[in-house]
T-cell receptor
Framework: EPEVTQTPSHQVTQMGQEVILRCVPISNHLYFYWYRQILGQKVEFLVSFYNNEISEKSEIFDDQFSVERPDGSNFTLKIRSTKLEDSAMYFC?????????????FGSGTRLTVV | GENVEQHPSTLSVQEGDSAVIKCTYSDSASNYFPWYKQELGKRPQLIIDIRSNVGEKKDQRIAVTLNKTAKHFSLHITETQPEDSAVYFCAAPSGAGSYQLTFGKGTKLSVIP
C-alpha cells in the first residue's frame, strides 16, 4: 500500500532556530497538507497546497511558517524561528486530484521538540 | 468555519461488546465524514468514511451512520477486541470547497479483555 513518508521522525531544536520538516507524498497525489497535533490534543490543520501554491491556511499558519515543493517528490514545512509552543507532532498528508477526499493519507509524522 | 464536537472523550467496553462514538458538525454544506484510528505515537489511519449522499456504510465490524438533518454522524464498532483500543477521531471538511479537515477532540476507547 502506498505511503506518505516523513523525515525526520524526531527532531529536537533550540528555541529560535529554523527547522525544515520533509515529506514525500504518494506519487500520483496532487493535493498536499500539513497538520499538527500537540500531545494529547486533536489534530489541527495548518495548510493545504495544490498546483504549486497554498490553497488554504489556518490561523496557526502565520508568517513563521512556509511550505515548498522544491522538486517533483518532496513537500516541506519550514518553521523560521521556533517557539516552545511549536512542540508537537507534525503530520503531512496527501490526496488524489480527481477527488480530493480519495486516498487522503497521513504520514507517520515528525515529532518536533523545541527546547 | 466548521465546528466538530465528539463524545464521549473516553469509553471503556468489555471485549465482545459494542462501542458507539458520536460526532456533530455545524456546516450543513459538509459532504464528507471520515473516521480515523490513532494508536499511541502513530499516524491517524482512516478506518471508514461516508459521503453525504449515503446514510450508512459498513465494513466488517465497523459501521458509520449519518443524519444530515440533525448534522451528526456516529461510529459503531461491534464485537470489540483488545486491538480496537486506540483514540478515534471524527472529522469533517471545513466548509464547501474546503481542502481542510476539522477534527473532533477524540475518543479514547479501551477494550477490556
Amino acid at each position: 500500500e502506498p505511503e506518505v513518508t516523513q523525515t525526520p521522525s524526531h527532531q529536537v531544536t533550540q528555541m529560535g532556530q529554523e527547522v525544515i520538516l520533509r515529506c514525500v507524498p504518494i506519487s500520483n497525489h496532487l493535493y498536499f497538507y500539513w497538520y499538527r497535533q500537540i500531545l494529547g490534543q486533536k489534530v489541527e490543520f495548518l495548510v493545504s497546497f495544490y498546483n504549486n501554491e497554498i490553497s488554504e491556511k489556518s490561523e496557526i499558519f502565520d508568517d513563521q511558517f512556509s511550505v515548498e515543493r522544491p522538486d517533483g517528490s518532496n513537500f516541506t514545512l519550514k518553521i523560521r524561528s521556533t517557539k516552545l509552543e511549536d512542540s508537537a507532532m507534525y503530520f503531512c498528508a496527501s490526496s488524489e486530484s480527481s477527488d480530493r477526499w480519495y486516498g487522503y493519507t497521513f504520514g507517520s509524522g515528525t515529532r518536533l521538540t523545541v527546547v | 468555519g466548521e465546528n466538530v464536537e465528539q463524545h464521549p472523550s473516553t469509553l471503556s467496553v468489555q471485549e465482545g461488546d459494542s462501542a458507539v462514538i458520536k460526532c456533530t458538525y455545524s456546516d450543513s454544506a459538509s459532504n464528507y465524514f471520515p473516521w480515523y484510528k490513532q494508536e499511541l505515537g502513530k499516524r491517524p489511519q482512516l478506518i471508514i468514511d461516508i459521503r453525504s449522499n449515503v446514510g450508512e456504510k459498513k465494513d466488517q465490524r465497523i459501521a458509520v451512520t449519518l443524519n444530515k438533518t440533525a448534522k451528526h454522524f456516529s461510529l459503531h464498532i461491534t464485537e470489540t477486541q483488545p486491538e480496537d483500543s486506540a483514540v478515534y477521531f471524527c472529522a469533517a471538511p471545513s466548509g464547501a470547497g474546503s481542502y481542510q479537515l476539522t477534527f473532533g477532540k477524540g475518543t479514547k476507547l479501551s477494550v477490556i479483555p
